[in-house]
């Protein structure tokens, strides 16, 4: 694919959404400092980001958010295809492998 690395891409429904989330890699022993990115959409399979990183194809990461009556969820996830925009951003689609709530307290909404 020409401007990056892509898997297949899976198709189905996708909800458009905005919110900030927090990608760790799960290879790095060094958690301590999360890569910042935006959730633009979801469908049941997976996620749609932006970010200023690229992640490489295949890599294994937790995305972390906030939900509201959930609180902080993350989801482990299967990099499927990173593509490169022309303003330095990365359009990024992760597979769903696992989602599990972090904490038991309910984030306010």
Request: hydrophobic share 40%; net charge neutral; charged share 15%.
């Amino acid at each position: 694919q020409k401007g990056g690395l892509r898997c297949t891409q899976r198709s189905g429904v996708r909800m458009a959404v905005l919110c900030p989330v927090l990608v760790w890699r799960a290879a790095e022993e060094d958690i301590s400092e999360p890569i910042h990115a935006q959730l633009v959409n979801l469908s049941s399979g997976g996620l749609g980001l932006l970010c200023g990183t690229p992640l490489q194809v295949y890599e294994q990461v937790l995305v972390e958010m906030i939900l509201a009556g959930l609180g902080h969820v993350q989801w482990k996830c299967s990099v499927r295809w990173c593509t490169p925009t022309p303003d330095g951003i990365c359009r990024i689609g992760v597979q769903l492998t696992d989602i599990t709530p972090t904490d038991s307290t309910p984030a306010t909404p």
